[in-house]
């Protein structure tokens, strides 16, 4: 999170944002991330199947297929793991970290400081589906061409059109919301919005300590949304 506030801090329940006509406002971008990544992927504590490629890729908590280096676990997830919701967000943080200098292998770190926070948020996501935009060569184009001109529409427009009828279309819900977060800052499917400012790069940590091995405890995950990753040989967390 911002400034590095600890293990845990990640946890939408003790988010003390507020509430502005059904969504939900204020709090850092991070803690909004994570909440947006978490209402998309879903958060499950123990091992599960990938809804696409079976028990070939098990995936746990907020879509994560392995885990960050310093955590107690190693490697790839397997089948069996189980995990604390604390572990769940902090896996998420350095994924969070780690994806984004993904993305600035293709936006730079300036361009990315330009953009406004529902576009980082989206294309921030986009990289998690993605893992890279690398091969998404007209999105990086019409992004670009949008950091200059500041009308993002042809963005939203590419989301809506194109990238929403990737593999069959089973993700085009997402690809719908991103174009909305585009467009307004705001995600209708998790209540979040973003604004249409930019939080600056200088401004954004996800650098936290491992949290502390816990005895795990009784939990309810939330509904898992199947979120089927394109046919390209990459998935989430790696």
Do not use: C
């Not at 909004?32 to 958060?43: A, H, I, N, Q």
């Not at 309810?220 to 046919?231: I, R, Y």
């Amino acid at each position: 999170d911002e400034g590095g506030d600890g293990p845990g801090s990640g946890d939408p329940s003790s988010d003390p944002s507020s509430t502005s006509g059904g969504f939900k406002v204020g709090g850092s971008y991070e803690k909004k991330l994570k909440d947006l990544l978490s209402s998309y992927e879903g958060l499950r504590l123990k091992a599960y199947s990938d809804p696409s490629h079976g028990w070939s890729v098990p995936t746990i908590g907020i879509g994560a297929t392995n885990y960050p280096p310093g955590f107690r676990l190693k490697g790839k997830v397997k089948r069996g793991d189980t995990i604390t919701k604390e572990e769940a967000y902090w896996i998420k943080d350095k994924h969070i970290a780690s994806h984004r200098q993904r993305l600035f292998r293709d936006i730079s770190p300036g361009e990315y400081s330009k953009l406004p926070d529902g576009v980082k948020a989206a294309l921030e996501s986009t990289v998690f589906n993605y893992g890279s935009l690398t091969n998404l060569t007209t999105l990086k184009g019409l992004v670009k061409d949008a950091i200059k001109s500041g009308n993002y529409s042809k963005v939203a427009d590419y989301y809506r059109n194109s990238m929403a009828l990737h593999n069959s279309g089973d993700n085009r819900w997402r690809r719908n919301d991103e174009a909305g977060l585009i467009m307004t800052g705001k995600s209708k499917r998790a209540k979040i919005d973003f604004g249409t400012m930019a939080t600056p790069k200088s401004d954004l940590s996800t650098d936290v300590s491992p949290p502390a091995s816990t005895t795990q405890t009784s939990t309810q995950p939330t509904a898992q949304n199947p979120v089927p990753k394109p046919g390209d040989g990459t998935f989430e967390g790696q």
